[in-house]
């Protein structure tokens, strides 16, 4: 009976806590946990901070010991001070625009986009033109709320060159 009643009791917490955690960060003996709106605010301010090459502020949202794989397969870049020289290449600063839905499962989130990039020459596209193409990044958060790994998967069949130079139009970015 005792047992029966323990059991019901931590079911019950256990639906309490998941409930207080889609509202607001729980506080448990291992840490803060971030809240899937707090993740899904932290990518946005990363894509906008893209659009705007805005380096420091997309370097502030990763955490000391964060990991980026951009593309998928290449060496990470590991490190707050890595990621910070990475993000002021100006090439490295693609602007994106997410083209659906964010999906979150724990502590991680994915989202799609088109990446418009200026210079064709990092990806060998024609002749170093400005271009468009789809890509995927998940991002996952560490307790804290900062990103603590992103792995960006680029869609290289869906490249559109027609851009005429132009990386997305006005309104898009």
């Given at each position: 009976?005792?047992?029966?009643m323990?059991?019901?009791?931590?079911?019950?917490q256990?639906?309490?806590?998941?409930?207080?955690?889609?509202?607001?960060?729980?506080?448990?003996?291992?840490g803060?946990?971030?809240?899937?709106?707090?993740m899904?605010d932290?990518v946005?301010?990363y894509l906008?901070?893209?659009?705007?090459n805005?380096?420091?502020?997309?370097a502030?949202?990763?955490?000391?010991?964060?990991?980026?794989?951009d593309?998928i397969?290449?060496?990470?870049?590991?490190?707050?001070?890595?990621?910070?020289?990475f993000?002021?290449?100006?090439r490295n600063?693609?602007?994106?625009?997410?083209?659906?839905?964010?999906t979150v499962?724990?502590?991680?989130?994915?989202?799609?986009f088109?990446?418009?990039?200026?210079?064709?020459?990092?990806?060998g596209?024609?002749?170093?033109?400005?271009?468009?193409?789809?890509?995927?990044?998940?991002f996952?958060?560490?307790?804290?709320?900062l990103?603590a790994?992103?792995?960006?998967?680029p869609?290289?069949?869906?490249?559109?060159e027609s851009?005429?130079?132009?990386v997305f139009?006005?309104?898009?970015?």
């Open positions: 009976m005792f047992e029966a323990l059991e019901g009791w931590e079911r019950q256990r639906s309490r806590f998941l409930r207080a955690r889609l509202v607001q960060p729980v506080r448990t003996p291992k803060w946990f971030v809240t899937r709106r707090e899904m932290a946005d301010r906008q901070a893209c659009r705007s805005d380096a420091v502020a997309m502030a949202l990763f955490g000391e010991n964060a990991e980026i794989e593309p397969g290449a060496d990470p870049i590991v490190g707050k001070k890595a990621i910070s020289s993000f002021a290449i100006p600063i693609a602007k994106l625009r997410r083209i659906g839905p964010m499962f724990g502590k991680h989130v994915g989202v799609q088109r990446a418009g990039i200026g210079d064709g020459h990092q990806l596209v024609a002749g170093g033109k400005a271009f468009e193409l789809s890509s995927t990044e998940i996952t958060f560490d307790d804290d709320g990103i790994r992103m792995v960006a998967i869609d290289v069949d869906s490249v559109d851009t005429d130079g132009r139009e006005s309104g898009d970015a």
